[in-house]
């Protein structure tokens, strides 16, 4: 499956964790001098263009 959704931390360590790791319990920041420490990933991607992370945004049907 090559669908498989990332989800990162928009705060300064621009963790970026994988959907097994998220659906295992990885489900916020830990990083210590993370701006983002504690607060729970978001569904995304880090940016080729910019090297940072960004939300996925919503598919509207």
Known sequence: ME???TYVC???CQ???SEEKY???LTKC???VCTMKGE???EGKKN???GKNEKSEPINN
């Open 3 to 5: 669908n498989n959704k």
């Open 10 to 12: 928009l705060g300064t």
């Open 15 to 17: 963790a970026v964790v």
């Open 23 to 25: 659906n295992n319990g």
């Open 30 to 32: 830990g990083a210590e």
């Open 40 to 42: 729970p990933f978001a």
């Open 48 to 50: 080729e263009t910019t």
